[in-house]
């Protein structure tokens, strides 16, 4: 019988005819040949043209709850919808303002609380024990650091668009899958980096390193609440560890028992404890399941990450690496004498980084370029502000104020400081372009800039420092610090003008397609017309 003989309709003229019938055997051949998709216990051939209905309501209502799970479970779907739009809700009524006041003046306060400990320490704790103290938790302190390998920052560049759960799984993952083999490599190796160092320190190192591997899924927690509008929980939870050494610190003073094993303890404690209370108190403790992971995800916070850690390395080497160099270069009293100015040039450095804090989930938030590049002028300027009362005042006061804190030999201190407070001062604006890098997912650039500060200064304080002594590598310092920021300006420009070219042209193919909208009646009216 041919087509024309069916008593099937046939189709009308400029419509598809339907498709021809299939029968179980066409289905799983399909099946066989892969063509099949198997879900909820249907055999959709995907040579179908659609879905049946029973298949489209089984997606809508899943066949394994019964009335009262299904209502439960549209409930519970409904709850976190409204959750979800209320958490933006709140998101979008955050004031810029009001959380750049209170991060920056948080983080001038956690940097008081770092100087204020130092001289508890230095009068409790004899040149020697001091020392020790400080070999023991610096080194672990930075090593904890590294092991973040730039994933709290990949947290806050997804948080707005995945699960959180999954990202604080990628933390835990690292730390077990990295962070667990370097710590078991590093054991045997402690006692021949402290060979110099009472064997008690030994011991104390292996603690601090355990304790550094909650760094990682500590730091992705609260920075998935900066992200989120959580600004007073990150700001507590940032500071928390500080905080917690400080008053400990503080009170072993007052009662006459800061001794080097108490002050370990003690910093050892604060460090623990301040870790494990963010993450019980967010919840944010490993879990397995299959809805927790996603290697996609991973992947991508890998990438982001990546590019942040390079950055975090080169700041480091900006940072401190300088007076590592110099340990073998100058004589002990100078190298007193620089750490001194580069801490008292340091000071406004928490107004960039708090504005930095601030401006990223609003950044990442905003879609327009000119709205984000308006948005980060903002912060640029509040940044030159902040910057340029701190350093004034510091240049008035240090010429007194320095000695008679620190004492008098340490007016040697003065010229050294005065050659590194412009630095600072630059410094702090290319913060501000290094953020706006990082809200454009381009941490990699932001990165660029800081490797190639950071080579200048690896090549520059051993060449200038055996000549020029402690001037020489503040001289380093400071040019390092202005490449840094003229680099972040440069790929801030190259980015937003690709982003405004992008812009043109989504706009140009809007108008084009609005035309062709508007003159596709007037062209089926003429045709009409001419029928």
Known sequence: MTSTDTDEPRAAEGEHAPPPPRGLLDSFADAFAGGADLRFGHLIPLSARAPSPAYLRSLEHPFWLDDDEEEEHEGLAADEAAAAADEEAAIRARSHRRDTIVTTAVGLGTYGLSIFTGPLLARALSPDERGTYAAVWAPTQILGWLLMLGIPAASTYYARRDNRRQLETTGWLLTAVIGLPIFALLWPLVPLFLHKHPPMAVMWFRLFLGAMLLVLPMQNCFEYLRARGGNTKFNIYRSLPLLLTTVFIVALFVSDSLTLRNGLLATFLANLLGAVAVIGIEGSWPRFGRDTFDWRLTKLQLSYGGRVWVGTLSNMVLARFDQMLMVSIVASDQLAYYAIAVTVAGLSAPVAQGVGFALLPFLLRDDDPHSRSSRMWQGFQWVLIGSIVICGGLALIAPWGLPALMGAEYRASLPA???????????????????????????????????????????????????????GAAVVTTVSQAMFTGLGYVFVRRGLRQDLAALAVAEAAAFDAEIDRELQPASAGNGEEER
């Open 417 to 471: 400081f005065y050659v590194l407070l412009p630095g600072q001062l630059v410094w702090n604006l290319g913060l501000v372009f290094k953020t706006r890098l990082e809200a454009d997912n381009r941490p990699g650039a932001g990165s660029n800039a800081l490797a190639i500060s950071a080579v200048v200064t690896l090549v520059g304080v051993p060449a200038l420092v055996p000549m020029f002594g402690i001037m």
